[in-house]
């Protein structure tokens, strides 16, 4: 039997196991006794690599963020590392009025990107190959001028991967232009610390281990949860034997409401537990979008991942195996003969339905020179049994045309 035929005949079962465990019909393990009840905080701050920073185990990603209030909020619990970016909408402005009331700037880590404030091209806002040191410059001093800083802590090198062209992303990677830059701003005292990051779909692994070798890199931060593919855990280990520091994202495995039988919060923590267990990570991003959001996550903080938690683990997996596109899998992408860019609008309607981002997920959408519309009349729909985790592609992208085209019209 063929590695995919096997995998499409077992997806539907493997796609309920979690981290080698079978989904369990019975009562979850009792609830440890002691719980604390008292406001949640950041409880334990590991290193990043050998760039010195201390950073919040549970951190904030600021793509949704709605106020400079909010990081503030964050701050007072304990957060001390944030993860913003020129393209997420008022992001960067909102930072520039927290400013305002931080007195220490030193006590805290922000990260941006080299990227322009929207979309451009085939829904990329991150700096091409070809871009000039100008360009890269610019970037990092547009991210300045609007959070009112004079400098950024981290810059990444964002999403690697999203091309199919390993040579073309290899490019991107290892631009001399970005090279050069990164040397002026450091010299100019206007960043730190160099990052390189990726969610897939294309060649994940063999890029962030070339940013890894290559010795240019501090930080890398990846998609990581409990439903991801078996590689990648390699790539964690050698940036851990080279003193990278590693940030973990996409840790929800697509955020879905998590269902009965789970009490509010019991999976959003467990994930979270899942990956801070690891010991090569440094810590992970997660988007905050509210108040409410610092007690959804940070009980998880500092704690230890229990039976409990891969049991609630097991139940999302049963509920939703076979619904989530995993970040960074791509193994359907070469089914469709219209070149439909599958894992990218999928990741788009995820962040439309599940993270709350529709005007960002709408615009990158439309930002692609192939849309999912051939979807909608496909009649060999080749996608079908593409997925080894058993989703059904044609769908799922007829769903996410529907939700993310502009008009009706489209």
């Known amino acids: 039997m063929k590695r995919r035929e096997f995998l499409q005949s077992s997806a539907l079962a493997a796609a309920a196991v979690v981290v080698g465990q079978p989904v369990r019909a019975e009562q979850p393990p009792a609830q440890p006794e002691g719980t604390p009840a008292e406001r949640s905080l950041v409880r334990r701050y590991r290193p990043l690599g050998k760039t010195g920073i201390s950073m919040s185990d549970i951190s904030?990603?600021?793509g949704h963020v709605p106020s400079g209030s909010l990081i503030l909020r964050a701050i007072d619990r304990g957060i001390n590392y944030f993860d913003t970016a020129p393209d997420y909408g008022p992001s960067e402005d909102h930072f520039g009025e927290a400013m305002k009331k931080i007195k220490n700037r030193d006590k805290i880590t922000i990260a941006s990107k080299f990227c322009h404030p929207v979309p451009y091209k085939e829904g990329i806002s991150h700096l091409q190959p070809g871009s000039?040191?100008?360009?890269?410059?610019?970037?990092?001093?547009?991210s300045l001028k609007r959070m009112a800083t004079d400098h950024l802590d981290v810059v990444f090198v964002h999403a690697m991967g999203e091309k199919d062209s390993l040579e073309q992303e290899k490019r991107r990677l290892l631009d001399e232009n970005m090279l050069t830059a990164v040397d002026q701003l450091k010299k100019a005292g206007k960043i730190k610390y160099l990052a390189v990051s990726s969610h897939g779909p294309h060649n994940m692994e063999t890029l962030m281990t070339e940013a890894v070798r290559s010795g240019h890199y501090d930080v890398m931060m990846v998609a990581y949860n409990f439903m991801k593919f078996p590689q990648?855990?390699?790539v964690l280990k050698l940036a851990r034997e080279k003193g990278v520091g590693v940030i973990a994202m996409k840790t929800l495995a697509g955020a879905k409401e998590s269902g009965a039988p789970l009490d509010p919060g019991q999976f959003e923590q467990a994930a979270l537990k899942w990956v801070l267990q690891h010991e090569e990570i440094s810590g992970l991003v997660i988007t905050f979008k509210s108040a409410q959001d610092l007690d959804l996550y940070l009980p998880a903080s500092g704690q230890t991942f229990t039976a409990r938690d891969r049991w609630a683990l097991d139940q999302y997996a049963s509920l939703h195996g076979s619904s989530y596109c995993r970040t960074g899998c791509g193994e359907c992408l070469s089914s469709c003969e219209h070149n439909v860019n599958i894992a990218a609008i999928l990741r788009y309607q995820m962040y439309f339905k599940e993270y709350g981002q529709?005007?960002?997920a709408m615009e990158s959408y439309a930002a692609l020179s192939q849309s999912a519309r051939p979807c909608l009349s496909c009649t060999t729909?080749?996608?079908v049994g593409a997925c080894p985790h058993g989703l059904q592609?044609?769908?799922q992208l007829r769903a996410a045309h529907d939700h993310l085209t502009l008009s009706a019209m489209a």
């Open 132 to 142: 000039s040191v100008a360009d890269y410059v610019g970037s990092v001093e547009n």
């Open 381 to 383: 729909v080749a996608c």
């Open 60 to 62: 904030f990603g600021a």
């Open 393 to 395: 592609v044609a769908q």
């Open 358 to 360: 529709q005007k960002q």
């Open 232 to 234: 990648l855990p390699d």
